[in-house]
């Protein structure tokens, strides 16, 4: 069975293969950075509109590297999970570049484990994973995607998450944690401040950012603890950086999404992101 993603006719991309293409190749793209290796990315996860030039941005960093798998942790924004992470149904998922292949072996093996389940309702609703597909049609084809939604984790499931990530992440992965940033706003109950708006979101986010870039998972863990923040991807990100712990880490762009509306009253941050070893 093919899944069908019905995010283009939901306006979150174009809807024909050329015209999505066109939009990925009328991007400019940033200088490309000379690390020997890439072995795990942020990626924001809005509309192409608002976060695409982030996402390509990390996008051009990966160009004419070589992976064999791809591995996309995403949040669950509609489905209440817990301690449960969700593997799709189907075979692969139908966009408008054609259809993208799930990596079966990789499914395979985790869908004998306790608290990975199928959830129909998170293929029909949940796009934080689906958003990323196309860009790795685009750019990687033929590689098997494992797409992976991330429940609410205790202390306990998350060790148990880590062990299985890590289990799959044989040599020639690309880890993609797909997660916005602050959101601010009443239509996200999150106003801690009201001047001074996107200077202050900017600081918010980059108190995280700098402990990522660090590569220190304590750091991280501390970072998202100590106070309260609106970053929707916490959990896929802990997990990632769990496993790639001592890698350090580099943002690569960062936006607003007011910039594109000129409203600030309800904003989402953007950060795109690379890790991949220690750079000093």
Same mark, same amino acid.
């Given at each position: 069975m093919i899944l069908h993603s019905a995010l283009a006719q939901r306006g979150w991309y174009p809807t024909r293969g050329l015209a999505l293409r066109d939009w990925m190749a009328g991007i400019a793209l940033g200088s490309r950075v000379t690390w020997p290796q890439i072995t795990g990315v942020i990626m924001p996860h809005a509309g192409y509109a608002y976060s695409g030039k982030?996402?390509?941005?990390?996008?051009?960093?990966?160009? %004419?590297?070589?992976?064999?798998?791809?591995?996309?942790? =995403?949040?669950?924004?509609?489905?209440?999970?817990?301690?449960q992470l969700v593997i799709p149904m189907g075979t692969g998922l139908e966009t408008p570049l054609g259809v993208a292949q799930w990596d079966l072996a990789a499914l395979a093996q985790l869908r004998m484990s306790p608290g990975v389940v199928q959830v129909p309702s998170v293929d029909e609703q949940e796009h934080s994973v689906q958003i990323e597909v196309p860009f790795f049609q685009a750019f990687f084809p033929g590689v098997p995607l494992v797409p992976l939604v991330v429940g609410e984790l205790t202390p306990k499931g998350f060790d148990r998450m880590a062990?299985?990530?890590?289990?799959?992440?044989?040599? %020639?992965? &690309?880890?993609?944690?797909?997660?916005?940033?602050?959101?601010?706003g009443q239509n996200f109950r999150y106003i801690p401040f009201e001047d001074r708006v996107p200077d202050r979101i900017q600081s918010l986010d980059f108190e995280v950012i700098?402990? &990522?870039?660090? =590569?220190?998972?304590?750091a991280i863990s501390t970072r998202f603890s100590e106070k309260q923040r609106t970053i929707c991807g916490e959990v896929?990100?802990? &997990? /990632? /950086?769990?496993?790639?712990? =001592?890698?350090? %880490?580099?943002?690569?762009?960062?936006?607003?999404? %007011?910039?594109t509306t000129g409203d600030f009253t309800n904003c989402v941050a953007y950060s795109g992101m690379i890790f991949g070893g220690n750079h000093d």
């Amino acid at each position: 069975m093919i899944l069908h993603s019905a995010l283009a006719q939901r306006g979150w991309y174009p809807t024909r293969g050329l015209a999505l293409r066109d939009w990925m190749a009328g991007i400019a793209l940033g200088s490309r950075v000379t690390w020997p290796q890439i072995t795990g990315v942020i990626m924001p996860h809005a509309g192409y509109a608002y976060s695409g030039k982030t996402a390509m941005q990390v996008m051009a960093q990966l160009v %004419g590297r070589t992976y064999s798998r791809i591995i996309i942790l =995403g949040p669950s924004h509609f489905v209440r999970l817990k301690d449960q992470l969700v593997i799709p149904m189907g075979t692969g998922l139908e966009t408008p570049l054609g259809v993208a292949q799930w990596d079966l072996a990789a499914l395979a093996q985790l869908r004998m484990s306790p608290g990975v389940v199928q959830v129909p309702s998170v293929d029909e609703q949940e796009h934080s994973v689906q958003i990323e597909v196309p860009f790795f049609q685009a750019f990687f084809p033929g590689v098997p995607l494992v797409p992976l939604v991330v429940g609410e984790l205790t202390p306990k499931g998350f060790d148990r998450m880590a062990t299985l990530l890590d289990q799959i992440c044989e040599p %020639g992965t &690309l880890l993609v944690v797909s997660s916005d940033f602050t959101h601010y706003g009443q239509n996200f109950r999150y106003i801690p401040f009201e001047d001074r708006v996107p200077d202050r979101i900017q600081s918010l986010d980059f108190e995280v950012i700098e402990a &990522l870039e660090s =590569g220190d998972f304590d750091a991280i863990s501390t970072r998202f603890s100590e106070k309260q923040r609106t970053i929707c991807g916490e959990v896929p990100i802990r &997990l /990632m /950086m769990h496993v790639l712990s =001592g890698h350090r %880490g580099l943002c690569v762009d960062y936006e607003l999404s %007011g910039i594109t509306t000129g409203d600030f009253t309800n904003c989402v941050a953007y950060s795109g992101m690379i890790f991949g070893g220690n750079h000093d």
